[in-house]
């Protein structure tokens, strides 16, 4: 396999710590941003001289561009760009403060969002690269209690797939990584919850949120498994624009998307007719 240079955000926990740990074992370079100088130099322990980390909050759009620049001539071409950085916000739509919403889409949208963009015209001048985002088997399928953060995994998943379509003339691939549950501490410290004030819904959310604390530490994923899968697509020569991880999550999407298909088909004959008799077809 040919050495790479990676760059992936939000390294120090999570998928974004296996993703890292994959690509190193694999003899790749690696650059990984964290939040604090503790989580820098653990991260640059996992293989000194391989592993190099930034402070980064991907929030801070000028230094997302900064840190990127800065990488592009300090370690190299970037070959492989993970957009991982965010968290969980969990609540119902009704009880999520509209502020807490616009924080989970300023972390999981835009966040991932401000990184590619600057990542991109590097590898668009080189004509290669392979551009990569985190969503979510919740970019795909929706669950009570997580519609703000299905929301930012929806709106990620479009980001990506208009993208792949525009840069694909250059070379440059797209993969949007739409993990399952997995053993990582997304449901625990990675988690924010908002505060439950409505008791209609107590029936439906309570048993929801229980049983995702419970789950916690005990999930079906395995991290080191998700970071070997993604290594292997980021050496073919035509890897997916989606790549699912996880096989609840093969189930529940897959699910998802046939109720979709047959809502389409069933009312068919209705979206039809409000065309004009003539007009241009897209």
Same mark, same amino acid.
């Given at each position: ?18 993703? &890292?740990?994959? %690509? ?26 391989? /592993? ?10 000028? %230094?997302?561009?900064?840190? !990127? ?12 760009? !993970? ?49 990569? &985002? ?67 819904? *107590? ?33 073919? *020569? ?20 046939? /109720? ?14 409000? *065309? ?7």
């Amino acid at each position: 396999m040919q050495r790479q240079n990676w760059l992936i955000t939000g390294v120090s926990t999570g998928l974004g710590r296996a993703f &890292a740990q994959a %690509a190193l074992a694999a003899g790749h370079t690696v650059v990984g941003t964290v939040r604090s100088e503790a989580d820098l130099r653990a991260f640059e322990g996992l293989k000194p001289g391989c /592993a190099r980390g930034r402070i980064l909050d991907v929030t801070d759009d000028h %230094a997302v561009s900064d840190v !990127i620049t800065e990488v592009e001539r300090g370690v190299g071409p970037l070959d492989v760009v !993970i957009a991982n950085a965010g968290y969980g916000l969990e609540g119902t739509f009704e009880e999520t403060p509209l502020a807490e919403v616009r924080r989970q889409f300023e972390i999981n949208v835009f966040g991932a969002v401000a990184t590619l963009q600057a990542a991109l015209p590097h590898m668009r001048r080189r004509r290669r690269g392979h551009l990569m &985002a985190v969503t979510s088997m919740g970019g795909l399928m929706a669950v009570p209690g997580m519609s703000a953060y299905c929301g930012s995994k929806f709106a990620l998943e479009g980001v990506l797939e208009a993208l792949g379509k525009e840069v694909a003339q250059f070379g440059i691939h797209v993969t949007a990584i739409e993990p399952g549950s997995f053993r990582t501490d997304w449901a625990g410290r990675s988690m924010t919850r908002a505060a439950r004030t409505i008791d209609d819904y *107590d029936e439906l959310f309570d048993p929801l949120r229980e049983a995702r604390q419970k789950a916690s530490g005990n999930q079906l994923g395995n991290p080191a498994k998700a970071g070997e899968a993604v290594v292997r697509i980021a050496s073919v *020569d035509q890897p997916p624009a989606h790549l699912v991880l996880g096989s609840d999550a093969l189930r529940l999407v897959t699910a998802a998307r046939t /109720a979709v298909d047959e809502d389409i088909r069933a009312w068919e004959t209705l979206s039809r007719t409000t *065309d004009f008799d003539e007009g241009a077809q897209l």
